[in-house]
């Protein structure tokens, strides 16, 4: 059985600085791995999206590696602002590819402070 | 305007109770999902319909009991709940159930449910 794993569960920095998140997998045989964020209150937001054939995907200030040998991924989050404070949640998607297959991990916290 | 709209916001319920949890997508999307979110625990799916058709059903309590009318609305009618059915319920939807593709599923704001 699939299970995902986020470090750290919380993180609090100052604004301005780069940070990254850190999501694992223990079964490799993944269809693809999405990043998504989550503010208080609210639904599930896409940030990015990484088919397993793909190294990295590129938005903004915001920059996702996979690597699915390992079954890790990383988030990189370019000059942090408060605005991007929030829950980040990772998912992956069995290589079945039906969204039953689809399994989140518990997610990171994060807080920028002014 | 998240495309995908759920009510109640937030609801307070005796285990006795019936109440059901709507959700409405304007997306135009053919698969909807009812997922739970817990405290301190993943993301948990618990219905798939596609095209209007049950797909998934991760061993759910039949104390939860959906229903798709239509493409575009989904239901979760909850009865003779327990205090750990407490959590966030999201309603998601996407193009296809097959999720292969940049076809993301697109989230509502979910209803906080509480059981007294």
């Known amino acids: 059985k699939q299970e995902v794993t986020q470090i750290p569960a919380a993180l609090s920095v100052p604004e301005g600085e780069n940070l990254v998140l850190n999501c694992s997998f223990t079964?490799?045989?993944?269809?693809?791995l999405q990043w998504f964020r989550q503010d208080p209150g609210k639904g599930l937001t896409s940030l990015l999206l990484?088919?397993?054939?793909?190294r990295e995907q590129t938005s903004g200030r915001l920059n996702a590696s996979l690597d699915k040998s390992s079954g890790r991924s990383t988030l990189y989050i370019a000059a942090s602002q408060p605005g991007d404070s929030a829950t980040y949640l990772c998912?992956?998607?069995?290589?079945?590819?039906?969204?039953?297959?689809?399994?989140f991990g518990k997610g990171t916290h994060l807080i920028i402070q002014p | 305007e998240t495309g995908v709209t759920q009510t109640p916001r937030h609801l307070v319920m005796g285990m006795t109770n019936k109440k059901s949890l709507k959700c409405e997508q304007h997306?135009?999307?053919?698969?909807m999902y009812w997922y739970k979110q817990s405290a301190k625990k993943p993301l948990e799916l618990m219905f798939v319909?596609?095209?209007?058709?049950?797909?998934e059903n991760n061993s759910v309590p039949s104390r939860f009991s959906p229903e798709c009318p239509n493409s575009s609305h989904l239901f979760l009618h909850l009865h003779t709940l327990q205090p750990e059915d407490s959590a966030l319920y999201l309603c998601?939807?996407?193009?296809?159930?097959?999720?292969?593709?940049?076809?993301?599923?697109?989230f509502g704001d979910g209803t906080r449910l509480s059981i007294l």
């Open positions: 998601a939807s996407s193009q296809g159930y097959h999720l292969q593709g940049n076809q993301p599923q697109h």
């Open positions: 079964d490799s045989a993944i269809y693809n």
């Open positions: 990484i088919q397993s054939s793909q």
């Open positions: 998912a992956v998607l069995g290589s079945g590819g039906g969204a039953d297959g689809l399994t």
């Open positions: 997306l135009g999307h053919n698969a």
């Open positions: 319909y596609s095209l209007e058709e049950r797909v």
